[in-house]
T-cell receptor, first 113, second 115 residues
Framework: QKEVEQDPGPLSVPEGAIVSLNCTYS??????FMWYRQYSRKGPELLMY????GNKEDGRFTAQVDKSSKYISLFIRDSQPSDSATYLC?????????????FGQGTILTVHP | DAGVTQSPTHLIKTRGQHVTLRCSPI?????VSWYQQVLGQGPQFIFQ???????GRGNFPDRFSARQFPNYSSELNVNALLLGDSALYLC??????????????FGNGTRLTVT
């Protein structure tokens, strides 16, 4: 069993839709949670970063963490064609292991006009 | 401000050869990590360096090695290249270890093709 599971999709939605992306994890040592967006032929770009259970909002993006269920989500409101990319969840236990992120497989998202 | 810069952007090598990839972190960042991303997969952790010392190693063979220089830039070396080493190699830097649990910021990677 992988430490982090992420549905690879692909996911195709119309412009303006609400998108829900999810990851589950098995290692309770993970304490810090990130979402990255990766465009084709580019490196991952940090979208959201959180370390506590609950919701964190930034513009059209909301990250949700449920440590008791070992489940994290990213919601995108009013999705735009420019949101079309691969979305990666990334987790770490922090401390001296902070530079070691464990990534999900990535979900490919296409938002069509 | 410049982000994480990596060179070269693309590289083609033959099986058995050696390759060196280079990374310059964001100014002020002392921690550098290396990741391998195979097509269709999430990045896999290879190494972390902080203050020129190795602070973590992923599940990669000894053919992979790295080092960090006094200016915090870093090199990743891969010996005896195999076809399976073809991937996007990503470098990331952060303020981790400097009193912050800050997230990693990635460069755009070096795409290595082994033929």
């Amino acid at each position: 069993q992988k430490e982090v599971e992420q549905d690879p999709g692909p996911l195709s939605v119309p412009e303006g839709a609400i998108v829900s992306l999810n990851c589950t994890y098995s290692n309770s040592a993970f304490q810090y949670f990130m979402w990255y967006r990766q465009y084709s032929r580019k490196g991952p770009e940090l979208l959201m970063y959180t370390y506590s259970s609950g919701n964190k909002e930034d513009g059209r993006f909301t990250a949700q963490v449920d440590k008791s269920s070992k489940y994290i989500s990213l919601f995108i409101r009013d999705s735009q064609p420019s949101d079309s990319a691969t979305y990666l969840c990334a987790l770490t236990s922090g401390g001296t292991s902070y530079g070691k992120l464990t990534f999900g497989q990535g979900t490919i998202l296409t938002v069509h006009p | 401000d410049a982000g994480v810069t990596q060179s070269p952007t693309h590289l083609i090598k033959t099986r058995g050869q050696h390759v060196t990839l280079r990374c310059s972190p964001i100014s002020g960042h002392k921690s550098v990590s290396w990741y391998q991303q195979v097509l269709g997969q999430g990045p896999q952790f290879i190494f972390q360096y902080y203050e020129k010392e190795e602070r973590g190693r992923g599940n990669f063979p000894d053919r992979f090695s790295a080092r960090q220089f006094p200016n915090y830039s870093s090199e990743l070396n891969v010996n005896a290249l195999l076809l399976g080493d073809s991937a996007l190699y990503l470098c990331a830097s952060s303020l981790a270890g400097q009193g912050y649990n800050s997230p990693l910021h990635f460069g755009n990677g070096t795409r290595l093709t082994v033929t």
